[in-house]
């Protein structure tokens, strides 16, 4: 279907650029403006799709009893996300312990995109509607930028993080 293609080559190009921007992470070197920003802008990039992915796909994929496993994997992923992106916030940027809770927020962060381009987004589109792409393009466009201007960085160690 030409429509869900659409919607998630609209996700797909967040992920892409969450994956240049992870790249560009990986290539700073301590407490740095450049790291400071880049983590901030990725933060603020990641939080915005996941909460506007959450509200237009995966709001809609759990009214398909048969994506409904899938789809509760990955709003489960992007509360992992979050919080390892806040537990980064809150550590150091020059000290190896910044550096090893980056390198596994990329390895998994990496791993739930994939899975969505690879599993999920494929599954997906063989159980939607015309209404349910338009509704899912319109919805993840507006409310990626709503969220946008509403996401901070939060740094919370993990130890600290309310359950």
Request: aromatic share 8%; net charge negative; proline share 2%.
């Amino acid at each position: 279907m030409a429509d869900a293609a659409d919607i998630f080559a609209r996700l797909k190009q967040d992920h892409d650029k969450h994956r240049a921007l992870l790249d560009r992470l990986a290539d700073t070197h301590g407490e740095t403006d450049e790291r400071k920003e880049l983590l901030e802008q990725f933060t603020l990039e990641v939080k915005s799709h996941a909460s506007a992915e959450e509200q237009a796909l995966y709001s809609t994929m759990l009214r398909k009893p048969q994506t409904t496993d899938e789809t509760r994997h990955s709003v489960a992923e992007h509360h992992e996300i979050e919080e390892a992106l806040n537990d980064l916030a809150a550590t150091a940027m020059d000290s190896s312990a910044w550096m090893a809770k980056f390198n596994r927020l990329d390895h998994d962060y990496r791993h739930h995109i994939e899975e969505e381009e690879d599993d999920h987004f494929p599954d997906f589109a063989k159980h939607l509607t015309f209404e349910d792409t338009r509704y899912m393009r319109e919805v993840f466009d507006r409310r990626k930028a709503d969220e946008f201007e509403d996401a901070e960085v939060t740094p919370e160690a993990r130890d600290d993080a309310k359950e």
